[in-house]
């Protein structure tokens, strides 16, 4: 038994969640409208306030399927009410981010700068010169993005350099020695 799957998603009072019987489902909320086709072979049911999902079998394709088509709805419900936040830190002597409108400029060591048009549906802010916040409602695009800006610079295990996730630990190593 899927022990995320069996867990009913409450479904706020500004939260309308409709899925049609091709499972495609579409989540409107505060901040905006999420869709997503979800697999075809699980069973949504929606009753009130709760959203409920099970499987036709214990197949291993419906059991890998389950806890997934869960966490997909429970993520576009949570996005439309409270969004998702990815912050980014920058290390390193004149490494650096700013933003020009919607555009984040970043110089990272290159002899030209990096120039990134923030996506639909994205929203980056840069807090000082070394703190980049990424927030939107889908969490996927979130992610996806933050992966996409570190990748430019990933931090480094002699000094740390680079762009790293907030919560990131850099595994340091040790420098040559002497003799």
Known sequence: MSRIGVKPINIPANVEVNVDKNNFAVVKGPKGTLEQQLPKSMI??????????????????????HGLTRTLINNMVVGVTEGYQ???EIVGVGYRAQKQGKKLVLNLGFSHP?????????????????????????KQQVGNYAAVIRDWRRPEPYKGKGIKYNDE???????KTGK
């Open 44 to 65: 949504i049911d929606i009753q009130g306030a709760e959203l409920t999902v099970s499987r036709p079998s214990d197949q291993k394709e419906h059991r890998s399927l």
């Open 86 to 88: 990815k912050v980014l």
């Open 114 to 138: 990096v120039e990134m048009e923030d996506p639909q549906g994205i929203e980056t802010a840069v807090e000082g010169t070394n703190k980049i916040i990424i927030k939107g409602i889908d």
């Open 169 to 175: 630990v850099v595994k340091r190593k040790a420098g």
